[in-house]
């Protein structure tokens, strides 16, 4: 079936830091590729999102290649802040099938 | 505000009891989606519904039901609910069936006690 796996966390760095949240995913088909954020005590909000191969999607620092040759979607960031400190969760979507979720990863930024 | 309205915001209820969660999608969309979202289960997909049709179900049980209503909101019906049905519910919505995102409502916390 179609699966979505995640780094286990959670992940803990320091300010400024540079960030890689691992995700790698299994489907039956070409898939959109997302990843959510869900800061603490509120509902999950769209971070960035690549439609096809090779597509790089990129919002507020953060930035992740769709990978098709490694079924993968890291996510990546070059400097934390504090306020990143939420739970990041990674998501496929083939066409007319539901968004399917990893198990999110919590990510604390220290100052 | 994600546009998607989600109501109430927190409830506490008793085991045995029945709840109904009310969402409004965002303005224009057409899909709606039910999420939950626990400690031990993360997000799990619960029913899709497509302009007022039933679309996709997912892990819901039987005790729960959903309908999506002529002007696009859904509600999710919980009934003889226990303990283990405490969790985030989480409503999404999409302008259509397809490989888009969704847009997500803030949830409404459940706590059966």
């Known amino acids: 079936g179609n699966s979505v796996t995640q780094m286990e966390g959670p992940v803990t760095l320091s300010e400024e830091a540079f960030l890689t949240i691992n995700c790698t995913y299994t489907?039956?088909?070409?898939?959109?590729l997302f990843w959510y954020v869900q800061y603490p005590g509120e509902g999950l909000q769209l971070l960035l999102k690549?439609?096809?191969?090779?597509d790089k999607g990129s919002n507020k620092g953060f930035e992740a290649t769709y990978r098709k040759e490694t079924t993968s979607f890291h996510l990546e960031k070059g400097s934390v802040q504090v306020s990143d400190s939420a739970v990041y969760f990674c998501?496929?979507?083939?066409?007319?099938?539901?968004?399917?979720f990893g198990t999110g990863t919590l990510l604390a930024v220290q100052p | 505000d994600s546009g998607v309205t989600q109501t109430p915001k927190h409830l506490i209820t008793a085991t045995g009891q029945r709840v109904t969660l009310r969402c409004s999608p965002r303005?224009?969309?057409?899909?709606v989606y039910w999420y939950q979202q626990s400690l031990d289960q993360g997000l799990q997909f619960l029913i899709q519904?497509?302009?007022?049709?039933?679309?996709a179900k997912g892990n819901i049980l039987e005790r729960f039901s959903a309908q999506q209503f002529p002007d696009l909101h859904s509600e999710l019906n919980l009934s003889s609910l226990e303990l283990g049905d405490s969790a985030l519910y989480f409503c999404?919505?999409?302008?259509?069936?397809?490989?888009?995102?969704?847009?997500f409502g803030s949830g409404t916390r459940l706590t059966v006690v």
């Open positions: 999404a919505s999409s302008v259509a069936e397809g490989n888009y995102g969704y847009t």
């Open positions: 489907a039956t088909g070409y898939p959109s």
């Open positions: 690549a439609t096809k191969a090779d």
């Open positions: 998501a496929l979507i083939l066409w007319q099938d539901k968004l399917i």
């Open positions: 303005s224009g969309d057409l899909s």
């Open positions: 519904y497509y302009n007022g049709e039933e679309r």
